[in-house]
């Protein structure tokens, strides 16, 4: 009995040191983006790595706040500009799902005020000449970017969804419903105006209730309290002068404060978030609209939202759009996509943040940085790319 317990004892003690000491297969991730922060390019950073299932990585370099010196770490909150986009797309197939509406349903079912869109045809330096388009704009053209709708000037940072959307159905359209691709913010911001009518409660609400807390995202929000405030990751551009690193504000928030709950929740890039809730969001879209043995929505409607469904229309490079998604369709067309399988999907945020879903790898990547006016593309941002070759490092190291 003495010698069984004293086997016990070591082999305890052996796995204990070995766990300890154990190295991490994705140490180099950190090591791969910590010079950004030494030059000077970024604050910080939080990278993580997913399968279906757990987290297999998360780690942070760099500081949150360069004013205090505060420290980043991989629990702090971040806006994620456009990664909003496809959750407040999943709201509406969520309505579609119940079959209170459809996506090739015309806006202006909805909306009432979208009956006026105008297009606009010939415009000269002193003429502008405006026609009715040929069909209404649907859910669907919102959803994909191909609505023609551009956007539109806030001059109160308090309007309501509504008062955003009368606003935006006085912009004449761009060009023909379905006839381009044209990336527009605002037309997101509307399908978020349309879930609070279908739905009949606030648009922030309704995303609560369906995605958020069910899928236990806890710090994902509209609106920062003060206790997320001591964590967020403060907002930098880069002075061309002075090379340094400067606070700068979110224009998305049009002058209202970060903490403002009197600001709408903009479905087209308003929400704030960790890694790990992202994560999580992305985890239930690779179980087919399932999280935690529950469903969230229908398998057919996770299919259809990210698939391609811009036909031949060109978006951006290799990168058709699905529903709310961007979804990769050739990844040798962008570098930092070379990693990717066809048919990942998934958005990134005009601040450098990055979300994506792997199907055919099961893993989802969440790059997670606050840096205003990135050279060129944030989505093929050479910190985004060091992060990934960290990621590819330490996968090919646990081979």
């Not at 209730?209 to 806890?218: T, V």
């Not at 690779?286 to 996770?302: C, M, Q, S, Y």
């Not at 790319?385 to 330490?394: N, S």
Request: net charge neutral; aromatic share 8%; glycine share 10%.
């Amino acid at each position: 009995m003495r010698y069984s317990l004293l086997c016990a004892g070591l082999v305890a003690v052996t796995s204990t040191l070995f766990a300890a000491t154990a190295p991490d297969r994705f140490a180099g991730v950190a090591e791969k983006v910590q010079p950004f922060v030494d030059q000077g390019e970024i604050s910080g950073a939080v990278m993580l790595l997913a399968d279906r299932d757990h987290v297999l990585h998360v780690s942070a370099v760099g500081q949150s706040d360069l004013a205090t010196g505060r420290k980043m770490r991989t629990d702090d909150i971040f806006w994620i500009a456009s990664m909003t986009k496809p959750m407040t797309v999943t709201c509406v197939a969520l309505l579609a799902d119940e079959g209170k509406l459809g996506f090739d349903d015309p806006v202006e079912k909805y909306i009432p005020e979208f009956r006026r869109l105008w297009l606009q045809q010939d415009q000269t330096a002193d003429h502008l000449s405006l026609v009715k388009p040929a069909r209404p704009i649907t859910l669907r053209d919102l959803a994909t970017h191909t609505s023609g709708l551009g956007e539109y000037t806030v001059t109160d940072p308090h309007w309501s969804l509504a008062a955003m959307s009368k606003v935006l159905s006085r912009e004449p359209l761009r060009f023909a419903p379905g006839s381009r691709w044209g990336y527009s913010t605002a037309g997101i911001d509307a399908l978020g105006r349309v879930v609070e009518i279908v739905s009949g409660m606030p648009f922030s609400d309704f995303m609560q209730k369906r995605i958020l807390d069910p899928l236990g995202m806890k710090n994902t929000t509209w609106w920062i309290s003060p206790e997320q405030e001591k964590r967020r990751a403060h907002t930098y551009v880069l002075n061309a002068q002075t090379k340094k690193l400067e606070e700068t504000p979110i224009s998305y928030m049009y002058s209202g404060a970060v903490t403002d709950h009197a600001r709408p929740p903009l479905g087209g890039a308003g929400l704030f978030s960790t890694a790990e809730d992202v994560a999580k969001f992305y985890q239930m879209m690779l179980h087919g609209g399932e999280f935690a043995g529950k469903r969230i929505v229908k398998a057919e409607t996770i299919a259809e939202m990210t698939r391609k469904q811009t036909g031949e229309l060109r978006a951006r490079a290799g990168m058709p759009w699905g529903l709310g998604f961007c979804v990769v369709e050739d990844p040798q067309q962008m570098e930092a996509n070379k990693i990717f399988s066809p048919g990942t999907f998934g958005h990134g945020g005009a601040f450098g943040t990055q979300s994506w879903a792997d199907p055919t790898r099961g893993l989802v990547y969440v790059f997670m940085i606050q840096r205003d006016k990135i050279p060129n593309n944030p989505d093929n941002s050479p910190m985004r790319r060091a992060y990934q070759d960290g990621i590819v490092a330490g996968l090919a190291a646990g081979k």
